[in-house]
């Protein structure tokens, strides 16, 4: 059976229970009615017939039974909502098989177009790597797939990811499962960071009498209430301890209107986020990573689910104080905020440490998760191999993970050693851009942990750069040519100095298209060939694409150039192409067909 089979067929599963699920929620709903109106009706009878006791039995009754029908409709309710979000993933993994996406989340907003790849290699947009790969849900989870996709990690944190993956790839019940109950609360995408700012931040604890005021206060202006009600005091009496009670708010009402502000946009995502820690506390499998999320999710005494369900319930509670009229009715006369204060401040101190650690792991946990499912849903790709030593890229008939399988053309390269160059000639739309935006995505994918579109895949840790797509501007008055010239500069830079301490062991891998297209034939060759002599002298590796054919000639003088090309045949007047990569210099070139095409009579100066 075919991945595209299997989520056809787990999708109609899941739409049929959810039709099923449906009709039980919409009989519920009647019974309901029904219930709710013949214990109305009762009540009324029993008091018009002077029952006052029976009245009061079928209220509790009545009560009880619609409080009982109500918990079960929601739950109805929750299965039917979980069982319609299993149904459109397995409607979205059927539809990324064939490169359509229905999830709208493109990652752009991770974009910086000033990164060393991402922009030329579709890491983020509407057709990214990032909506290819991306399972995640939470605001944590996508921050870190993103991070992954952004730099290269080193051989045994690849290692880590991919044995992870590997465990949670064939669990697909428990993976789809996760995912569904991301999709119960829309706010589970928002940042994190002011709970957690809020949770770890040092500040005053509460005065101690506080802590005796509010419950003494309260009681006192309850007694005098009870004590107005049957007129042994006057109403301002009330009206006074009211008062007090208001002075004493007043205290605490900033601290208070600080917390809320720091929770209240989060607050409703935490029901989510409890069942997704506890789904992700009983992640099965040994390897490493995903022991190390159970630990950090299970290490205090409450756990993670526990601790952040608590959370949500005074986190509701407290924003309560946000309606004027509750604050005004109730609030004042219970000392609402102070108690919440109390409990909040207590609830800080004992899991206020570990919460950015919770947040981080289920993160980890929903990117691991998408390196799963992009496995699950790719049998036939392959797990790369990371080796170390000198820069070392081996693949065998890659693909671009971007199209379609039915759709790419698999080529295979060798390329070995620091300071080397591989030359691509070919006519225009033969396959050499799309040929070097393969290897460099399977770089990517291969370098964040992921498998690979080829049928063998072995690399180096390298620190991937790209100058493919340069444009020029007008807000910065830059030609297209000076802006390659600046991102050939910055090339030039990081092959001399890695930006990070993790990057001092990478070497460079770079990918050049149409070198230097901005300029006229004679510099453009003196310029190409004095960049790929002074990359040789760096530890930086890569290829370069150009329509220049003398540039190939430094093969002749130089044992670190090879070349390599992308050919088009002309046949009845129709260009073919076949995108397979052929060692040696591209001899048929198509500009001239492609323009007599268009009209250009290219016949006519020859006349």
Partial sequence: MTTETTFQERQHQFTDAEKAAHQRHNQLAFWRLIWFIASVAAVW???RIDQQLGAVLALVVGLAGFLFLLKKHQ??????????????????EAARLKRNYLRPETGEQYANPTHAYTGDLDVFGKHSLFRLLNRTHTH?????????????????????????AAELKSNIDWRQQFEALAYLEETITRSPDALVKWATAEVSPLPGYLNVVRFAFPAVTLGLFVAWLTGYVPGAFVLLALFVQG?????????????????????TALRAFRALFQQAEHVTGEA???????EALTSTDKGASEAIGHLSQLTEGLNYRRNPYFYLLFGIATLWDVHYLFRLERWRNEHGPHLGRWFDALGELEALNSLAGFAYAHPTYTTPSIVEGQLTLAIESAAHPLLAPDRSIANSLTLTGNGQT???????????????????????LALAGAVVSADGFACSPVRVFTSMRTHDSLEESTSSFYAELKRLQTLITLSKQPTTATQKQMPMLYFLDEILKGTNSADRHRGAEALIRQLHRTTASGFVSTHDLELGQLTDSSDFVRNYHFQSDLHNGELLFDYKLRTGICESFNASQLMQAIGIEIDALQK
């Fill in 45 to 47: 009878l029993l008091i």
């Fill in 75 to 92: 739950a109805i309710r929750h299965l039917r909502d979980q069982n319609h979000h299993l149904a459109f993933i397995n409607q979205d």
């Fill in 140 to 164: 944590e989870g996508q921050r870190q797939l993103a991070a992954w996709l952004q730099a290269a990690a080193g051989p045994d944190t690849v290692g880590l990811r991919q044995q992870a």
């Fill in 247 to 267: 002075i004493v708010l007043s205290q605490t009402s900033a601290r208070a209107k600080d917390v809320s502000e720091q929770t209240v946009e989060i607050s």
């Fill in 288 to 294: 490493a990573r995903l022991r190390a999320i159970r």
């Fill in 422 to 444: 591989i030359l691509i000639t070919g006519s225009n739309m033969s396959g050499k851009s799309t040929f070097l935006r393969t290897v460099g995505a399977n770089v990517v």
